[in-house]
């Protein structure tokens, strides 16, 4: 049964560009949430997918959307990069009846330059 | 303003002994609290985790402590190993779907052989 599965697992940009992350749940999972971890800090919520809409949103600018597909993957895009967005990208999944209950990947290391 | 907040930063433990981590939150909505262990290079991994009507909860060597009262949790680690040595994050929910976890700002745990 694979797990989460996240890719790129490592990616450099240059300040100003786009870049796009992508995220397979586990298997039987619908919801995916995506997380983004600096360096020494604890994940911090930046948006939720179910039944491809954005769920709930956390404080994060317009800059940053997403995507969820039919079957259930999702893609995080971030537009206009800054230096400060360099971190680890971090994608969960859940069943919607047991949110509580989240599986991270293992994450996309971002580095902008 | 950080809604969970977690100490101490670092902790060195011997082999053998007790690790405590401990974490205070503002909203009383929370009503799910799990901690979070993840490992150099991988995601997040759900250890262990606490609903407010119980004051304490155990598995193997991990046990939560929740004070309602005193809007504070902990985690002990009981006869803590070397394997054990990782970084952990308390973190909070409301609800049981479309969950937005807030975490603390995690602990970097080292057992000493």
């Known amino acids: 049964d694979a797990g989460v599965t996240q890719s790129p697992t490592h990616l450099i940009k240059t300040r100003g560009q786009q870049v796009t992350l992508r995220c397979s749940p586990k298997?039987?999972?619908?919801?995916v949430s995506w997380y983004q971890q600096a360096l020494g800090q604890g994940p911090q919520f930046i948006f939720q997918y179910y039944e491809e809409e954005e769920r709930q949103r956390g404080n994060f600018p317009d800059r940053f959307s997403g995507h969820q597909f039919p079957n259930y993957s999702s893609e995080l895009n971030v537009n206009a990069l800054l230096l400060g967005d360099s971190a680890l990208y971090l994608c969960?999944?859940?069943?919607?009846?047991?949110?509580?209950?989240?599986?991270f990947g293992e994450g996309s290391w971002l580095t902008v330059v | 303003q950080q809604q969970v907040k977690q100490s101490p930063q670092s902790l060195i433990v011997q082999k053998g002994g007790i690790s405590i981590i401990n974490c205070a939150y503002e909203n009383t909505a929370f009503d799910y609290f799990p901690w979070y262990q993840q490992f150099p290079g991988k995601g997040p991994a759900l250890l262990i985790a606490i609903r407010p009507d119980v004051s304490e909860k155990k598995e193997g060597r991990f046990t939560i402590s929740f004070n309602k009262s005193a809007k504070q949790f902990s985690l002990h680690i009981m006869d803590s190993q070397p394997g054990d040595s990782a970084t952990y994050f308390c973190a909070a929910s409301i609800g049981n779907n479309f969950n937005k976890f807030y975490f603390g700002s995690g602990t970097k745990l080292n057992v000493k052989p």
């Open positions: 969960a999944s859940s069943y919607y009846s047991s949110g509580n209950t989240i599986y």
């Open positions: 298997s039987g999972h619908d919801t």
